[in-house]
């Protein structure tokens, strides 16, 4: 087991409006702001997606994800971690859960995830950490490298 232990910052309120990327717009609030380190929770609808929503085999490292592509408005919610990335600046991790009629998905968002009607998110951000996300061999994953073992 790894940690860092930090404390809290600043706390951001955004909300995005139809249309909106929230990954892209993510990434570009947080360059601006110099969040390098933190927790997002979000709240609202996507109009469409794409999630990895796991491997098709347990192995290490995953391979042949199952991909899903969102197309509609679904109702989502989630949450994110933030560290800064082996290029520079702040790299972010969502997992998020997504529903419509009878139809629900959890799973990694990547790529896209274009707002329909508005999108809530709440930014928290940490100080003080020893936190990089870095690129790990034996999972094949970009992961959390923190500095002290417990």
């Known amino acids: ?17 139809d249309g909106e990327d929230l990954i892209g717009s993510l990434d570009r ?18 109009r469409r997606g794409r999630i990895v929503a796991g491997p098709r085999k347990p ?7 199952f991909v899903q592509d969102l197309e509609g408005g679904f109702e989502t919610f989630g949450v994110a971690t933030v560290y800064p ?7 972010v991790h969502i997992h998020a859960s997504f529903g419509r009629d009878d139809q629900a998905f959890t799973g990694c968002l990547r790529e896209r995830g274009e707002a329909y009607l508005v999108v809530e998110v709440v930014v928290f951000e940490f100080l003080g950490l020893s936190a990089r996300r870095v690129f790990d061999e034996e999972s094949g994953l970009l992961l ?6 417990f």
Not at 4 to 16: A, E, T
Not at 144 to 149: Q, T
Request: charged share 20%; proline share 7%; no cysteine.
């Open 1 to 17: 087991m790894e940690y860092s232990q930090g404390s809290l910052g600043r706390i951001f309120v955004i909300r995005l409006s």
């Open 29 to 46: 609030f947080l360059a601006e702001k110099e969040v390098a380190s933190g927790m997002i929770l979000f709240l609202g609808a996507l």
């Open 85 to 91: 990335g082996e290029g520079g600046g702040p790299k």
């Open 59 to 65: 192995t290490i490292p995953p391979e042949s994800p």
């Open 144 to 149: 959390a490298n923190l500095k002290e073992r």
